[in-house]
């Protein structure tokens, strides 16, 4: 009696294995071609570059310049979607036994991190900084010195005092020139006797 009980029960674990590998086979998951394109949060510009994955099975792809992407998965499998910017985010590829194909529209959320301000000056001081600043050329400095120094009083009328007269100015010249010694000659005869310069010149001619 032992016996066939034994008997009777390893007949029905044989039985339930077989029946659990003929539902393992039928269950054998579809090989899907997953397809779609990332688009930001705008909805109005896509993403490209974004890293299509799958984790457990160790393969992706990447979204080309216009944010597509295809890749083969099978059923169940966890797609992860990430970029620098944005936010992960995951897919679970559900049962699929209509069509060997599944397409999918997928936004990512950005990910911002704001700092907070940061103010650096080059040098250790305040006052360091200024003095920095006040002794500062600007462009073209040199230029600018060259022609303050040839535009002050002293160069100019230094300048001035040597130019040469111009035709007008000589005409004039000797028009009084010609004006004096015009006077001159219709005028009487100076005094010299009541020249004191005159009588000086005399007496210091006496002398030598």
């Known amino acids: 009696m032992y016996k066939f009980i034994t008997y009777i029960i390893l007949l029905a674990s044989v039985s339930l294995s077989f029946a659990q590998q003929d539902s393992i086979v039928s269950k054998k998951k579809n090989i899907i071609q997953f397809t779609g394109v990332v688009f930001a949060p705008d909805s109005n510009s896509v993403i490209p570059g974004v890293h299509v994955y799958v984790p457990t099975a160790g393969r992706g792809t990447t979204t080309n310049p216009y944010g597509f992407f295809t890749l083969p998965v099978l059923e169940g499998d966890s797609i992860v979607f990430s970029s620098i910017g944005f936010r992960r985010n995951h897919f679970i590829v559900p049962e699929h036994n209509e069509e060997t194909s599944l397409k999918v529209v997928i936004t990512m959320e950005e990910d911002l991190t704001l700092l907070d301000e940061v103010e650096v000056f080059p040098y250790p001081t305040e006052a360091m ?44 010249y000797y028009l009084e020139m010609q004006r004096q010694s015009g006077q001159g000659r219709y005028m009487a005869p100076q005094n010299n006797l009541l020249n004191p310069w005159a009588w000086a010149k005399a007496i210091k001619s006496l002398k030598k």
Do not use: V
Request: proline share 2%; hydrophobic share 35%; glycine share 2%.
């Open 129 to 172: 900084f200024k003095e920095a600043i006040l002794a500062l050329e600007m462009p073209y400095q040199k230029q600018y010195n060259n022609m303050n120094a040839w535009l002050s009083s002293e160069y100019m009328n230094s300048a001035y005092g040597q130019l040469n007269q111009s035709a007008n100015a000589n005409h004039q």
